[in-house]
């Protein structure tokens, strides 16, 4: 890997880690298990809350279309260790019926991005419930998806017209997560197709390395850097592709023990850090978010951006078992916190329904109801304060399932019931 010699300093560490076992397949947790965690009240708060979020059929009505998978996974793996009340298990049951749905439908017809989701949250509830029966609907699912990757050269560049993810994330982040689909699989289900799936994670690591490593600037502070562009020939530094990345290489290392994984990961968290906005709590900026937010600062952030991000980091103390990591994940964790505030259900619905609702309510899924206000993470924050309704979206049930997940995997970190 081209970034190698930035970190070759802190070998010694890096070698020392590299000497733990290699990871049994859908295994969580590191061999050296971190510090409690110290977001248990948040973690209460959103399990209360997500009690009361708008569910039908499998589907969680106030996300942006990655509940398939935070929801599935959130509610399968809590129920490893956590009794799960009758309404959960109902709607965890509801989410695999809903997600197999996704899977078998026809690829080029509705939210693309929202069928991979289904996938990670299908992988997440096989590998939490050692129930087998999906793995053959999952391994069709990603042989469709992987012949349409396959035909643009493992990288999804070019499909800006025909997917609403690429045109926010950039083919770079996408392309990431379709090979982190893979390389999940590979980690959590394992089986006779392990080899294969890891073996086209890897494929696409290296096409997204040749087409988006590069030299790159952060506009708001001058500073330069290299890391993966949003896209070829976009110069500029963005969260979103790099936070992909450290994923898919820190699971590519845990994987192989590959040195050059790791590498890469260590040295991504540093190309990101021009992005920091502050450290205690910590958040790093979202440019990608700034025109739709009408930010008129640098200072944007998503909550998705900042899920993914403490994700990343964790993975990255499981890479490298250094503590900073791990302290860093809790300190974005403190910034997601922040971010909480009010959302009532006409703000998130702005559907018409016919005839129209009377005062007082809102138009749910085609249906006149009862206009509901709760507290939640706000979808972001801009120029110093939290999330308002006329900024556009205000709130994603699913990016606080997201969160829910996230504050389960650190917990699952240090030795706790996810």
Not at 31 to 52: C, I, K, N, V, Y
Not at 135 to 158: K, Q
Not at 168 to 188: C, S
Not at 310 to 321: C, V
Request: hydrophobic share 45%; net charge negative.
């Amino acid at each position: 890997m081209k970034l190698r010699a930035l970190i070759l300093a802190s070998t010694v560490a890096i070698v020392s880690a590299a000497c733990q076992p290699v990871p049994e397949a859908g295994e969580l947790s590191p061999s050296r298990p971190a510090p409690p965690s110290r977001h248990a009240a948040l973690r209460d708060a959103l399990t209360d809350e997500a009690r009361a979020l708008g569910f039908a059929e499998g589907d969680w009505l106030e996300d942006l279309g990655d509940a398939p998978f935070f929801g599935l996974a959130w509610l399968s793996r809590r129920g490893e260790k956590t009794p799960l009340t009758p309404e959960e298990t109902a709607r965890r049951d509801a989410s695999v019926v809903r997600a197999r749905a996704l899977l078998a439908s026809d690829l080029l017809s509705g939210d693309l991005q929202e069928k991979v989701m289904a996938a990670l949250g299908l992988i997440e509830h096989v590998a939490a419930t050692g129930d087998r029966a999906d793995v053959a609907s999952i391994d069709a699912f990603l042989d469709r998806v992987d012949a349409v990757v396959s035909a643009f050269g493992d990288y999804l560049d070019g499909i800006a017209d025909t997917s609403w993810a690429v045109r926010v994330y950039g083919p770079t982040a996408v392309t990431a997560l379709v090979a982190l689909v893979h390389a999940q699989y590979a980690h959590l289900v394992g089986g006779e197709r392990k080899n294969e799936r890891l073996q086209r994670a890897s494929a696409m690591e290296r096409k997204i390395t040749d087409r988006a490593l590069a030299d790159l600037s952060d506009p708001a502070t001058g500073q330069t850097g290299r890391g993966y562009a949003i896209g070829p020939g976009n110069a500029t530094l963005e969260l979103y592709p790099n936070v992909s990345m450290m994923m898919l290489e820190s699971r590519l290392f845990l994987l192989t023990r590959d040195e050059a994984y790791r590498l890469q990961a260590r040295a991504l968290y540093a190309s990101i850090q021009p992005l920091k906005l502050s450290d205690a709590p910590a958040r790093y900026a979202s440019p990608y978010a700034a025109s739709s937010t009408g930010a008129k600062t640098r200072e944007v952030a998503t909550l998705s951006s900042q899920n993914y991000l403490a994700l990343a980091l964790m993975l990255l103390y499981e890479t490298t078992g250094q503590i900073r990591f791990s302290e860093e994940a809790d300190r974005v964790l403190d910034g997601i916190e922040a971010m909480r505030g009010p959302w009532c259900l006409a703000h998130v619905h702005a559907s018409t329904c016919t005839p129209a609702c009377a005062s007082g309510s809102a138009c749910v899924s085609g249906a006149c109801a009862a206009d509901k206000c709760a507290s939640g993470l706000l979808h972001h924050v801009v120029d110093g304060r939290l999330a308002q309704p006329e900024d556009g979206t205000l709130f994603c049930s699913g990016c606080n399932l997201q969160t829910l997940y996230v504050l389960g995997y650190r917990r699952a970190l240090a030795g706790e019931a996810f």
